[in-house]
């Protein structure tokens, strides 16, 4: 990306100031070429780089802490992170200020945190789409680079002290994402190592207007899976990088990489080596070293160093291992360079801290420290305290930060060997989220066992407790709030008290797998939990001996398939509580409590909601209206209002289509600035959380998402305000607290357009296009076709066309719904107004239409993928190793299989489409000859069919070949089963 750009002699006095400040401290030196007057932002914004305009100015005199000033009430998004809990422990965590100002940079899924411990503030770092795989900080505490893995996989460098990315890189040379990083000691160069099965090393000049690889080089599988790279610190034309059984050195110049794989086994010290973990480079400036599993160090010699040379010789100067040193029986985790010092950090807790001849000058331990995965030091050095006269012990004038491979983050101070535990997160998946029902307070449940209570709104901890003998799946506040309910990954359930999180009653074990859902009914008499063997279990309230306690009822094997929801809600005449029950198997299933007795649950209903998606979620619908309803999401991103007496499907709606169907949903609670007109909806995908206005109509600007967890979030709480919402991130071992603002959701929906503006949008080529010249002439030509085409009588031209049409004006324009999809389309025109004035409708115009038209065409087009697939489970393997349908099969499947054709109208079908390849003079074949049929009928299909010829051959669809192999991958077929064509 290219911008103006200053010279030196264009420069203001500030800036030559600063660039000689830089420049003392051994930073980048070309002003042309530092990171703040070379870069541009993310957003695309080009801005001459003076301290007065844009995000420049903002990094020129950023200073220390200043991004903890920046206003963070202003919000134009619909949802803002607010704050995040937990973090990626596999990741170092990085000290940028110590002292009274102690801030900690560390990862969380896809954000970078950068945490103001004492002040309980953070400040979050947002770019990357992917979970963040690597990440280094600059010698300075300045720049932190990260990078990530998978799809559009970027490189980020930001400026910690103003939080601005001052660098993107989207072309990282790899496919799958970058595994290992480093930067420079003079901030000037990133090394990165692709994630790819043969990895890259590329070296960049980030500094430049546009950023470049200067050199690059493909890595031997032999040497394994590189994940570790570090530069030189006393010439940035080195670096060395490993894996768990090779070292790889490398130099460098404009010209090229060149790299040396020095060997090394069990054999040549005749000891045992171990896996490699890290490689440092040796302050003497002539040796390496590298820590292992067996608790040893190897020590590498150069021949001949090198300091930054004009030309680089023939090879990488030669690098031999020279001794293999036992230091320990701990296998080694962490190798560092501090000053005059070589710092080692391993599984058993321990800080060991060697001179340049690795003697043993100290120790830090505690009992209670995990295996160490990162040592940060301080920037702040201390005064050196009046030493006892003939003291041998070394002073070190750097506090530390250690984190763990089980979460916890510690501060230690050299003077006093004091380990202060500054954060400890769950160690697994983090599954179960739940807030109560009237206190700020939120509930985070780990498979670690890890309970954790926080007050939301100062963010603060309040209660934890660990369970040993199983990790918690789900979480459930009662209405009330008095309780707290568990359910655990070995079946188990407890419920606790909501405050002091003790148990108030014996766990319930009456799951024989993993509780996947909790929830309590609106008088807290209920509760219902749902496993993963499809079973539903009730749990009641009772009084025993004058106290109120918890019994098992009953339970009940529901469902042949996953159940995705289970819901509470009220009778309307009674006001009892109803139980309903939601599975992938499409059955909707309603309990009868009232009834139901021990050991055994009465089933009132059981009804089918989808024909051939698969319904994912389900929640009550606010009463917008006088009929009463339930809303569900599926899998092919439709949204579907039920009846909640009745069951019939009243609505379908196009939903939110961001990348993932809807996997969980629930009504926002009214906050008190919201409109009390206006409700909306709650949702989370695989990845993103989002907000959906209602009514529900299809209009996509009514709603809105963000990526939350790219590794799949799992469960999301809302505040009992409506003020934030809390997301679950399942093995990213996090969650998040966001910010809801409405105001912008609604501005968005309001540029978006009005009437039918966002529906004209959606159609292809808009209001003036040429499908919707063609529709209009469909809408007339119904009219005349039921006027009569041969008639005397003056025409009455209309606005509207009978219902009954429907279908066939769907099927003109390329959509072609199954008969239980015309049913629906016609039952939602028809009854729309029946609750209200107890009338049907008999006929629909354009605008209604086209809503329905494109609430009820498939969201995503019908892949070639999908075709296989069914011919994989419906057909047989041949000789030629194809999946097939034998011919006889193929007609008896349509005759009896889902929705059945009649052998007239399979008949006429087949010579419908068979037909029409009837060569020129021939006449047409008569649809009512059986006999024609079935001879057309061998004599066009063969024996046996694949997907190929069934989409080619009968259909009469072409089978697009794509130009390349990679669009091949991503797009199997261009079949639309909506098409507009």
């Given at each position: 990306?290219?911008?103006?750009?200053?010279?030196?002699?264009?420069?203001?006095?500030?800036?030559?100031?600063?660039?000689a400040?830089?420049?003392?401290?051994?930073?980048?030196?070309?002003?042309?070429?530092?990171?703040?007057?070379?870069?541009?932002?993310?957003?695309?914004?080009?801005?001459?780089?003076?301290?007065?305009?844009?995000?420049?100015?903002?990094?020129?005199?950023?200073?220390?802490?200043?991004?903890?000033?920046?206003?963070?009430?202003?919000?134009?998004?619909?949802?803002?992170?607010?704050?995040?809990?937990?973090?990626?422990?596999?990741?170092?965590?990085?000290?940028?200020?110590?002292?009274?100002e102690?801030?900690?940079?560390?990862?969380?899924?896809?954000?970078?945190?950068?945490h103001d411990?004492?002040?309980?503030?953070?400040?979050?770092?947002?770019?990357?789409?992917?979970?963040?795989?690597?990440?280094?900080?600059?010698?300075?505490?300045?720049?932190v680079?990260?990078?990530?893995q998978?799809?559009?996989?970027?490189?980020?460098?930001?400026?910690?002290?103003?939080?601005?990315?001052v660098?993107?890189?989207?072309?990282t040379?790899?496919e799958e994402?970058?595994?290992?990083?480093?930067?420079s000691?003079?901030?000037?160069?990133?090394?990165?190592?692709?994630?790819?099965?043969?990895?890259?090393?590329?070296?960049?000049?980030?500094?430049?207007?546009?950023?470049?690889?200067?050199?690059?080089?493909?890595?031997?599988?032999?040497f394994?899976?590189?994940?570790?790279?570090?530069?030189?610190?006393?010439?940035?034309?080195?670096?060395?990088?490993?894996?768990?059984?090779?070292?790889?050195?490398?130099?460098?110049?404009?010209?090229?990489?060149?790299?040396?794989?020095?060997?090394?086994?069990?054999?040549?010290?005749?000891?045992?080596?171990?896996?490699?973990?890290?490689?440092?480079?040796?302050?003497?400036?002539?040796?390496?070293?590298?820590?292992?599993?067996?608790?040893?160090?190897?020590?590498?010699?150069?021949?001949?160093?090198?300091?930054?040379?004009?030309?680089?010789?023939?090879?990488?100067?030669?690098?031999?291992?020279?001794?293999?040193?036992?230091?320990?029986?701990?296998?080694?985790?962490?190798?560092?360079?501090?000053?005059?010092?070589?710092?080692?950090?391993?599984?058993?807790?321990?800080?060991?801290?060697?001179?340049?001849?690795?003697?043993?000058?100290?120790?830090?331990?505690?009992?209670?420290?995990?295996?160490?995965?990162?040592?940060?030091?301080?920037?702040?050095?201390?005064?050196p305290?009046?030493?006892?006269?003939?003291?041998?012990?070394?002073?070190?004038?750097?506090?530390?930060?250690?984190?763990?491979?089980?979460?916890?983050?510690?501060?230690?101070?050299?003077?006093?060997?004091?380990?202060?535990?500054?954060?400890?997160?769950?160690?697994?998946?983090?599954?179960?989220?739940?807030?109560?029902?009237?206190?700020?307070?939120?509930?985070?449940?780990?498979?670690?066992?890890?309970?954790?209570?926080?007050?939301?709104?100062?963010?603060?901890?309040?209660?934890?407790?660990?369970?040993?003998?199983?990790?918690?799946?789900?979480?459930?506040?009662?209405?009330?709030?008095?309780?707290?309910?568990?359910?655990?990954?070995?079946?188990?359930?407890?419920?606790l008290?909501?405050?002091?999180?003790q148990?108030?009653?014996?766990?319930?074990?009456?799951?024989q797998?993993?509780?996947?859902?909790?929830?309590?009914?609106?008088?807290?008499?209920?509760?219902?939990?749902?496993?993963?063997?499809?079973?539903v279990?009730?749990?009641?309230?009772?009084?025993?001996?004058?106290?109120?306690?918890?019994?098992?009822?009953?339970?009940l094997?529901?469902?042949?398939?996953?159940?995705?929801?289970?819901?509470?809600?009220?009778?309307?005449?009674?006001?009892?509580?109803?139980?309903?029950?939601?599975?992938?198997?499409?059955?909707?299933?309603?309990?009868d409590?009232k009834?139901?007795?021990?050991?055994?649950?009465?089933?009132?209903?059981?009804?089918?909601?989808?024909?051939?998606?698969?319904?994912?979620?389900?929640?009550?619908?606010?009463?917008?209206?006088?009929?009463?309803?339930?809303?569900?999401?599926?899998?092919?991103?439709?949204?579907?209002?039920?009846?909640?007496?009745?069951?019939m499907?009243?609505?379908?709606?196009?939903?939110?289509?961001?990348?993932?169907?809807?996997?969980?949903?629930?009504?926002?609670?009214?906050?008190?600035?919201?409109?009390?007109?206006?409700?909306?909806?709650?949702?989370?995908t695989?990845?993103?959380?989002?907000?959906?206005?209602?009514?529900?109509?299809?209009n996509?600007?009514?709603?809105?998402?963000?990526?939350?967890?790219p590794d799949?979030?799992?469960?999301?709480?809302?505040?009992?305000?409506?003020?934030?919402?809390?997301?679950?991130?399942?093995?990213?071992?996090?969650?998040?607290k966001?910010?809801?603002?409405?105001?912008?959701?609604?501005?968005?929906?309001?540029?978006?357009?009005?009437?039918?503006?966002?529906?004209?949008?959606?159609?292809?080529?808009?209001?003036?296009?040429?499908?919707f010249?063609?529709?209009?002439?469909?809408f007339?030509?119904?009219?005349?076709?039921?006027?009569?085409?041969?008639?005397?009588?003056?025409?009455?031209?209309?606005?509207?066309?009978?219902?009954?049409e429907?279908?066939?004006?769907?099927?003109?324009?390329?959509?072609?719904?199954?008969?239980?999809?015309?049913?629906?389309?016609?039952?939602?025109?028809?009854?729309?107004?029946?609750?209200?004035?107890?009338?049907?409708?008999?006929?629909?115009?354009?605008?209604?239409?086209?809503?329905?038209?494109?609430?009820?065409?498939?969201?995503?087009?019908?892949?070639?993928?999908?075709?296989?697939?069914?011919f994989?489970?419906?057909?047989?393997?041949n000789?030629?190793?194809?999946?097939?349908?034998?011919?006889?099969?193929?007609?008896?499947?349509?005759?009896?299989?889902?929705?059945?054709m009649?052998?007239?109208?399979?008949?006429?079908?087949?010579?419908?489409?068979?037909?029409?390849?009837?060569?020129?003079?021939?006449?047409?074949?008569?649809?009512?000859?059986?006999?024609?049929?079935?001879?057309?009928?061998?004599?066009?299909?063969?024996?046996?069919?694949?997907?190929?010829?069934?989409?080619?051959?009968?259909?009469?669809?072409?089978?697009a070949?794509?130009?390349?192999?990679?669009?091949?991958?991503?797009?199997?077929?261009?079949?639309?089963?909506?098409?507009?064509?």
């Amino acid at each position: 990306m290219s911008q103006d750009r200053q010279t030196p002699q264009e420069m203001d006095e500030p800036e030559k100031d600063l660039a000689a400040r830089r420049e003392n401290k051994g930073e980048p030196d070309n002003t042309e070429e530092s990171p703040f007057c070379s870069r541009s932002s993310p957003l695309g914004y080009r801005e001459r780089h003076t301290p007065h305009k844009g995000f420049a100015s903002l990094v020129w005199g950023a200073k220390p802490g200043m991004l903890f000033q920046k206003n963070k009430d202003k919000s134009f998004h619909p949802l803002e992170l607010s704050w995040v809990f937990g973090y990626n422990s596999s990741l170092a965590v990085h000290s940028l200020m110590d002292g009274e100002e102690r801030v900690l940079l560390y990862v969380s899924s896809h954000t970078v945190v950068i945490h103001d411990i004492p002040r309980n503030r953070q400040f979050h770092l947002q770019g990357h789409t992917n979970v963040i795989s690597c990440l280094c900080v600059s010698e300075d505490k300045r720049w932190v680079a990260t990078a990530d893995q998978g799809p559009d996989a970027l490189i980020m460098v930001w400026d910690s002290y103003s939080g601005v990315p001052v660098c993107t890189i989207f072309e990282t040379q790899s496919e799958e994402g970058i595994c290992a990083i480093a930067i420079s000691q003079d901030a000037k160069y990133l090394v990165t190592i692709s994630a790819a099965t043969v990895q890259k090393v590329c070296v960049w000049r980030w500094t430049l207007p546009t950023e470049k690889v200067i050199c690059s080089t493909e890595l031997k599988p032999e040497f394994g899976y590189q994940d570790y790279v570090i530069f030189n610190p006393q010439n940035p034309h080195e670096f060395v990088s490993n894996s768990k059984t090779q070292v790889i050195f490398y130099l460098w110049d404009d010209s090229g990489l060149q790299y040396g794989a020095p060997f090394l086994s069990n054999q040549t010290f005749k000891c045992l080596v171990g896996q490699f973990s890290q490689s440092v480079f040796h302050f003497n400036n002539t040796q390496a070293l590298t820590g292992t599993s067996a608790g040893k160090l190897v020590v590498w010699d150069m021949d001949s160093p090198q300091t930054l040379p004009e030309e680089l010789p023939a090879k990488p100067h030669g690098i031999t291992a020279t001794k293999v040193l036992s230091m320990q029986k701990e296998s080694l985790t962490v190798l560092q360079v501090l000053e005059s010092c070589i710092v080692t950090g391993d599984v058993g807790g321990q800080v060991k801290f060697y001179d340049g001849q690795l003697k043993l000058l100290t120790i830090y331990s505690h009992d209670k420290v995990g295996p160490i995965r990162s040592i940060s030091f301080s920037t702040v050095l201390r005064d050196p305290p009046s030493a006892p006269p003939g003291s041998s012990q070394p002073f070190l004038t750097r506090n530390f930060i250690l984190s763990t491979s089980d979460a916890t983050m510690l501060h230690v101070a050299t003077d006093s060997t004091n380990f202060e535990r500054i954060m400890e997160e769950a160690k697994k998946a983090v599954n179960a989220i739940a807030c109560h029902p009237q206190e700020p307070l939120v509930a985070v449940g780990s498979h670690c066992g890890l309970l954790k209570v926080w007050e939301y709104r100062q963010t603060k901890y309040l209660a934890s407790r660990i369970f040993t003998e199983a990790g918690i799946q789900c979480l459930s506040y009662d209405p009330e709030g008095h309780f707290l309910a568990a359910g655990f990954t070995d079946g188990s359930v407890y419920i606790l008290d909501a405050i002091s999180l003790q148990s108030i009653c014996k766990e319930f074990q009456f799951s024989q797998g993993p509780v996947t859902h909790i929830s309590f009914s609106h008088d807290s008499k209920y509760l219902a939990t749902a496993d993963e063997n499809y079973s539903v279990t009730v749990y009641r309230r009772v009084l025993e001996n004058g106290s109120r306690c918890w019994e098992h009822l009953a339970g009940l094997d529901s469902h042949s398939k996953p159940i995705r929801n289970i819901l509470f809600g009220v009778h309307p005449d009674s006001k009892e509580p109803r139980l309903l029950s939601l599975g992938e198997d499409r059955q909707l299933v309603e309990y009868d409590l009232k009834s139901s007795i021990k050991d055994c649950l009465v089933v009132t209903h059981r009804d089918r909601l989808e024909q051939d998606a698969v319904p994912l979620c389900l929640t009550w619908y606010p009463q917008l209206s006088t009929e009463s309803f339930f809303l569900t999401a599926n899998n092919c991103y439709k949204m579907k209002l039920y009846n909640t007496t009745t069951k019939m499907c009243r609505k379908t709606l196009l939903g939110p289509t961001y990348g993932s169907p809807l996997e969980k949903i629930q009504i926002l609670p009214r906050t008190s600035s919201a409109d009390p007109q206006q409700h909306y909806l709650v949702y989370i995908t695989k990845d993103k959380v989002g907000l959906q206005m209602l009514p529900v109509d299809g209009n996509p600007h009514r709603s809105s998402a963000f990526i939350c967890h790219p590794d799949g979030a799992s469960d999301f709480a809302i505040s009992q305000d409506g003020r934030y919402i809390f997301t679950a991130g399942g093995r990213e071992r996090t969650s998040m607290k966001w910010k809801v603002n409405l105001h912008a959701l609604d501005a968005a929906a309001f540029l978006g357009g009005e009437d039918m503006m966002p529906f004209y949008n959606l159609l292809d080529g808009g209001r003036d296009g040429k499908f919707f010249r063609e529709l209009e002439d469909y809408f007339y030509y119904v009219q005349l076709c039921s006027q009569g085409i041969i008639t005397l009588e003056r025409r009455q031209v209309s606005t509207h066309i009978p219902l009954v049409e429907i279908p066939s004006v769907m099927r003109a324009i390329g959509f072609y719904p199954s008969e239980e999809e015309i049913e629906e389309m016609i039952n939602e025109i028809k009854f729309s107004k029946h609750a209200d004035t107890g009338e049907e409708v008999t006929e629909i115009n354009l605008e209604d239409f086209i809503k329905l038209y494109i609430n009820h065409r498939p969201a995503l087009s019908l892949s070639m993928k999908t075709i296989q697939r069914a011919f994989q489970v419906l057909g047989y393997e041949n000789k030629k190793g194809d999946k097939v349908i034998d011919r006889g099969d193929f007609l008896l499947l349509l005759q009896r299989r889902g929705e059945q054709m009649t052998e007239n109208e399979l008949a006429e079908c087949l010579t419908t489409l068979l037909g029409r390849r009837t060569r020129k003079g021939e006449s047409e074949l008569d649809t009512s000859d059986l006999t024609g049929a079935a001879a057309l009928t061998e004599e066009e299909i063969p024996a046996e069919i694949t997907a190929e010829i069934f989409v080619r051959d009968i259909l009469g669809f072409p089978i697009a070949e794509p130009e390349k192999k990679e669009q091949k991958e991503k797009e199997e077929s261009l079949i639309y089963k909506g098409s507009e064509s």
